[in-house]
């Protein structure tokens, strides 16, 4: 969880009259798995901001696909 997540999470439960003393933060799959999509989101949002990063995701890409046409998919192996 982000720092962000934790904090509203906290002031929720503190909005809707839980105690601080009783306060045990979610840390279930699916409550982690909703959290993720924010992540996704949030770093894709970065992304399309910094066209330097753009610039490198494309040359790491490239270089994946030829290394990739140069030897094989390292998933194609038995």
């Not at 999470?9 to 601080?20: F, K, V």
């Not at 840390?27 to 989101?41: A, G, N, Q, Y």
């Not at 949030?42 to 990739?68: C, E, M, R, V, Y």
């Amino acid at each position: 969880m982000t720092h962000a997540d934790i904090v509203n999470e906290i002031l929720a439960l503190l909005d809707n009259g839980t105690l601080p003393k009783n306060i045990l933060l979610d840390k279930s799959l699916p409550s982690l798995r909703d959290h993720s999509l924010h992540w996704i989101v949030k770093g894709f949002k970065k992304l399309l901001g910094d066209p330097d990063l753009i610039q490198k995701w494309l040359i790491l890409n490239q270089s994946l696909l030829l290394i990739t046409h140069i030897y094989g998919s390292p998933m194609s192996e038995g």
